[in-house]
Each structure stands twice: as C-alpha cells, then as structure tokens.
C-alpha cells in the first residue's frame, strides 16, 4: 500500500554487518507490526509497537516507533543468513483495526 | 494450538472457473482479514471481518470477488468468473480485539 512506504525495497549485506529498514506513513499508526516471510511461505510476526517511542528486541532484532507515530525502524545487529528474507511493516491507520501493510523489503545476507 | 488453517494450498484453474478459497481462524479471534500478494503490487487489503460482520470490503477489486464469514471459525473468498490477472497467493488471518495477526499458509493460485 503506498500509505506505508518503506525503504530500501532491497538490501545486499555482508554476515556480521549492522542494517536498518525504515516504514513511513503520512497517517499516524495506532499500531505497527514487523514481519518475515520466506519465499512461498507465510508471515511469521516478529513484533508489534504500540505507545509512540516504545521500542522492542528479539535476539538481535530491534523495532522502534518514533514519538510522532509515523514510522518505524527496524534494525538487525550482526546480520546472519537465517536473517534473510522479505521483512514487512503492517499497520493501522484508521483507529478500527484496518490493517495495511507495506511493500516489503528483500534482504539477502552473504556468508 | 492450531493456527489459521486454508485450503486449498495450491490452485490451478482455468480462466473463467470459478475459485472458492477457505479460511479456519484461530478459535476465539474476532477479526478476520483477506489479503493477496502479488510481486507488482505487494500484501493487499481484500476485505475484514469483525465478529463475522464485513467491515471494510473497499480492496476487493471488483464484482468477481466476494467473501463471506457465516459463522465465527469459517470464511470463503470467491472469484467468479476467474482471469489470469487473478493470479496470486490469498492469504487469510485472523487476530483477537485488534491485537497480534496471525497468518495463514496461503492459497496459491494460478488461473490458465
């Protein structure tokens, strides 16, 4: 949806290097959420950002909701293979549950 | 636990036929949500249900498709009659109150 713009569409990174993938709206997000999905498989939740500034780990994984509410940055420590994969920031926009999601950022780690 | 459950997981047809695609939400979720992906257009919002009642149906493109939720743990997308155009992979989810979506495996489907 190009409500929820995110950047870059696609990433070629190093093992062992840092990377951050951002989501923009112009609306503000009453909730985000980051997933992952592999070819040919379904989206498997990562994490999901509520209060504006809140800002969320998992293992080497680290979301964070700006204090406007209108994007959100995922960043990846130490990249390793089993880190690649189409990540992909969904969210609500309307205040009813209306969830939309964006275009998805292709990542590829080299070992 | 279960999680949401589709059928069929792949889906040949040929254009013209229709195409009925399920959907099992996880039990007790009171939101359902209809989504297809495409590489051109990425994970579109088809259609959502609140406790079985069609909230937003604005993604649907166009008379072909309809989905229906007759009760709390079934739904239905329908195209009929199906193009090639319509091919892609359906996924339904399904979350409680608003709060974490759960997706479904997809239904990949290719119209000839």
């Known amino acids: 949806s190009q409500e929820l713009e995110q950047s870059p569409q696609s990433l070629i990174v190093q093992e062992g290097k840092n990377l951050t993938i951002n989501c923009t709206s112009s609306?503000?997000?009453?909730?985000l959420y980051w997933y992952k999905q592999k070819y040919g498989e379904g989206l498997i939740f990562l994490m999901m950002l509520q209060k504006g500034g809140e800002e969320k780990s998992h293992e080497k994984i680290t979301a964070k909701l700006d204090e406007k509410k209108q994007q959100s940055s995922l960043h990846i420590t130490a990249s390793q293979p089993s880190h690649a994969g189409i990540y992909l920031c969904?969210?609500?926009?309307?205040?009813?549950?209306?969830?939309?999601f964006g275009t998805g950022t292709r990542l590829k780690v080299l070992a | 636990d279960a999680g949401v459950i589709q059928s069929p997981r792949h889906e040949v047809t040929e254009m013209g036929q229709e195409v009925t695609l399920r959907c099992k939400p996880i039990s007790g979720h009171n939101s359902l949500f209809w989504y297809r992906q495409t590489m051109m257009r990425g994970l579109e919002l088809l259609i959502y249900?609140?406790?079985?009642?069609?909230?937003?149906d604005s993604g649907m493109p166009e008379d072909r498709f309809s989905a229906k939720m007759p009760n709390a743990s079934f739904s239905t997308l329908k195209i009929q009659p199906s193009e090639p155009r319509d091919s892609a992979v359906y996924f339904c989810?399904?979350?409680?109150?608003?709060?974490?979506?759960?997706f479904g495996e997809g239904s990949w489907l290719t119209v000839v």
């Open positions: 969904g969210a609500d926009v309307t205040g009813t549950y209306k969830y939309i």
């Open positions: 989810a399904s979350s409680l109150n608003g709060n974490t979506i759960y």
């Open positions: 249900f609140n406790n079985n009642v069609p909230i937003d």
């Open positions: 609306k503000t997000l009453y909730g």
